[in-house]
T-cell receptor
Framework: NAGVTQTPKFRVLKTGQSMTLLCAQDMNHEYMYWYRQDPGMGLRLIHYSVGEGTTAKGEVPDGYNVSRLKKQNFLLGLESAAPSQTSVYFC?????????FGPGTRLTVT | GESVGLHLPTLSVQEGDNSIINCAYSNSASDYFIWYKQESGKGPQFIIDIRSNMDKRQGQRVTVLLNKTVKHLSLQIAATQPGDSAVYFCAEKEGSQGNLIFGKGTKLSVKP
């Protein structure tokens, strides 16, 4: 099992550009999550999904969109990147209980 | 809103000593708690969890204690090793449909 994988690992964007982060899990988990982590901060939930075809807003959803067209994939989109979105992004998946995290994507917006 | 916090942002211990990392939570309805370890440049890794119907749970070299009266959670690491150096996060959850709420983390440094 690869667990939770994320692509890309690193990305640099200019303000106003768009991009999509891909998360994939091979554990047949129903729940998937996108978090951001800023220096000295804990993880903050952006969006999550409780199953294929469903998405919901988390704590900090503004400026992001998500889609869960397939159970194993959860996409995070930035339509018009802003410097405030410079962060490390983590995807996670779970059944009920503990969440399994991917290795993260480091995004810099200049 | 409710939040999970930590008493100390950094903790430095000698190799071989025991470590205790503390966490305060404020949502009395939370019924599930997790400790995660995050090494530099990696994603958080599950260490141990505990449900609110328990007050202690032991794993390999780790023990989690839950005191619901004062809403306090602690992680004890026995015989701390250099490989234990990381940031440790506690997280809480309310109900089966609730999302995890993470604390800001405690950095553990192990001196050889």
């Amino acid at each position: 099992n690869a667990g939770v994988t994320q692509t890309p690992k690193f990305r640099v964007l200019k303000t106003g550009q768009s991009m999509t982060l891909l998360c994939a899990q091979d554990m047949n988990h129903e729940y998937m999550y996108w978090y951001r982590q800023d220096p000295g901060m804990g993880l903050r939930l952006i969006h999550y999904s409780v199953g294929e075809g469903t998405t919901a807003k988390g704590e900090v959803p503004d400026g992001y969109n998500v889609s869960r067209l397939k159970k194993q994939n959860f996409l995070l989109g930035l339509e018009s990147a802003a410097p405030s979105q410079t962060s490390v992004y983590f995807c996670a998946s779970s059944r009920v209980g503990e969440q399994y995290f991917g290795p993260g994507t480091r995004l810099t917006v200049t | 809103g409710e939040s999970v916090g930590l008493h100390l942002p950094t903790l430095s211990v000698q190799e071989g000593d025991n470590s205790i990392i503390n966490c305060a939570y404020s949502n009395s309805a939370s019924d599930y708690f997790i400790w995660y370890k995050q090494e530099s440049g990696k994603g958080p890794q599950f260490i141990i969890d505990i449900r609110s119907n328990m007050d202690k749970r032991q794993g390999q070299r780790v023990t989690v204690l839950l005191n619901k009266t004062v809403k306090h959670l602690s992680l004890q690491i026995a015989a701390t090793q250099p490989g234990d150096s990381a940031v440790y996060f506690c997280a809480e959850k309310e109900g089966s449909q609730g999302n995890l709420i993470f604390g800001k983390g405690t950095k553990l440094s192990v001196k050889p």
